[in-house]
């Protein structure tokens, strides 16, 4: 029985969706996010970025000696 997306998992399809727009520069973000945002949020932003680094890696043989 399928009960549809987490609630993580909506959140990473919107992440993703506004990630792809090729028009945003990124690195602008990163800076507003830095002054903008509590540390709490940067915090749990970086843990959402190490935790999809960990995944592409394993999933993509980095952790299997390849």
């Known amino acids: 029985m399928n009960r549809g997306m987490t609630d993580e998992e909506k959140v990473a399809v ?5 990630l792809a727009d090729q028009r ?3 690195d602008r ?3 507003y996010v830095a002054r903008t945002e ?7 932003l970086m843990v959402v970025a190490e935790a999809a680094d960990e995944e592409w890696e394993e999933r993509n043989g980095r952790h299997n000696g390849l």
């Open 24 to 26: 945003l520069n990124l």
């Open 14 to 18: 919107k992440i993703g969706d506004l």
């Open 38 to 44: 509590p540390s709490t949020n940067y915090r749990r």
């Open 29 to 31: 973000i990163g800076s």
